[in-house]
């Protein structure tokens, strides 16, 4: 069973409320005021107990600045679970650092934790923000609206798979730096995100890949969403590696795998004026009638790829 | 080092806000009107794999509960993060169960999660409760305050060691399930900490055991607690445990161990005779000058015992 599937048939149920969005958004807002989010990183399976400590401190307050972005709320707070092998001192103090360090630059308040002992770390953070007038409030689009990401898309993945070694990737040492530091440093799009409430159909982040989140939007909207996979923006190094790789093989890397953390929205043409402008949003495709996700070149041929999601469940 | 001194020296700093009460308090208020708390239970340190899951769902929402009960605050929602095995479909069907008792019992509403894979389960959760005029915001007595408890004290520290056979202790079997089932499902005292706002000069759960909490307190008011011993509310159950075993090692694990979960609270004169009609509110001791816990006997005469707190880090 799919962590999705889990998700609609276990705990939506006991989620019917306003305030969780039916649990499709990136966040809940309680009291109408609170932006909440929550998220987690394991041991073994998130990061490894090698992994600077202080990075993934603000990897783990990242992730979840990034729901605040999606929401296009402001930074507030957030507590903090902590279970971690009683022997682990250095890595608490190392830890702790690293919150230091993004709460200033975030502008972020601790209030409050838990701290347990375990064999393997297990780290647990909700994120508070406020909301600013209006949220991104339904990952909703509408039929004939533009998509758009904030940035370069599949680095972290690319990123993931070399340190961690998953999928053998051909890469100069040179180059592996780059993705690693996308992959354990990814900046969340806070500014983009607020600039961009009242303005689009949807926002959220791509923090699950590309390709699943836009599955996601077009299953909430019962649309399709057509992407023109030559607009997807590829940084120059990604560009390098899928030269030296197989190209399907990378493909399903980079928009399959997650933690890129950019924001992926839609806007109706009514908008589009104000968002061409800028040129950090970057058009990808739009939505159709229809359903699922297609790829296509700039004809509008239809380019067969089989792109399988990643899950961390 | 103790988990309160790491809190002290690598998480107290951050948490340099109005909102944290220092992380002195047992929830946060943010944004002046939601309270704040968040709690987690490990497989192997608070529970084993065999527990049954609907009673561990039910758990974590209590002991999460008890602590919005410290705040006097009313039950909101949560936020839940689960890291478990990808084949304990079965287990997350069981939890969920839980979880959907004890929301509907609490009326508590699902805001949001994270689900992830981990070899073991992880479980934390993130509660929410609104303000009802005023909280309980400092953990602070003052001098010749008269100290309470609202139930019995020990059951489930006696509970977790019959369980999970921490400690040796002389016990029969119809006794045993009692006192595991104050362990497991533990009862959070909402309505008292509601009807004790603007009466008490703190108040606070005993999920660290009595003898903790009232050693926190003492530190943070400078004050000494004076506690009758022979007036701390003990169970029948319990008495007769205390009966059949060693009482100095009983009386550790009963002062000494946690999760008991009722409320702690200290009340100067001018508020007693409100609180003494009410007979759910245990007279204890008083605060004096000084510092630390001391037990003595009805003709306060010092009584010599030396209790070691239990903590699960």
New interface residues.
């Given amino acids: ?1 799919h ?1 999705k599937e ?2 609609r048939k ?2 939506a ?3 019917n ?1 306003k ?2 969005y039916g ?1 499709k958004n990136d ?2 807002l ?2 109408q ?2 932006v ?5 990183m ?1 041991e ?3 990061f490894k107990k090698n992994d600077d400590p202080e990075k993934l401190a603000q990897k783990l307050i990242r992730i979840n600045l990034s729901d605040l972005a999606a929401m296009g709320s402001k930074p ?2 957030y ?3 902590i ?1 971690i092998p ?1 022997s682990e ?1 250095a890595w ?2 190392r830890f ?1 650092d690293g ?2 360090k993004d ?1 200033k630059k975030f502008k972020l ?12 770390i ?1 780290l ?1 953070l ?1 994120i ?1 923000g ?1 909301k600013k007038g209006k949220v991104h409030s339904e990952n909703k689009a509408e039929v004939a609206s533009d998509i758009f990401v904030t940035g370069n898309i599949g680095d972290a993945a690319i990123g993931y798979n070399l340190l961690y070694n998953h999928k053998k990737i051909n890469c100069s040492k040179s180059l592996k730096s780059y993705f690693t530091k996308k992959f354990l440093l990814p900046e969340p799009r806070i500014k983009f995100g607020q600039d961009l409430l009242g303005k689009v159909d949807f926002c959220t982040d791509v923090s699950d890949g590309l390709y699943e989140e836009l599955l996601c939007v077009s299953e909430n909207s019962n649309l399709q969403a057509v992407i023109f996979l030559d607009s997807i923006p590829f940084s120059i190094e990604a560009k390098e590696i899928l030269k030296k790789n197989n190209k399907t093989k990378m493909l399903n890397i980079m928009l399959g795998g997650g933690e890129d953390y950019e924001l992926l929205f839609s806007s109706s043409k009514r908008f589009n004026n104000s968002l061409k402008i800028n040129k950090d949003y970057i058009k990808i495709g739009y939505f159709d009638k229809g359903n699922g996700v297609k790829f296509v070149d700039s004809n509008h041929e239809n380019i067969p790829i089989n792109i399988k999601s990643f899950s ?2």
């Fill in positions: 069973m962590e889990i998700i276990f705990f149920p006991l989620a409320n305030e969780s649990l966040a809940a309680i009291n005021n609170i909440v989010s929550t998220d987690m394991v073994d399976y998130h507030y707070g507590v903090l679970n279970a009683h001192l608490i103090k702790s919150l230091k709460s308040k601790l209030f409050g934790g838990d701290l347990s002992k375990s064999k393997k297990f647990s909700t508070f406020k961390h469940f």
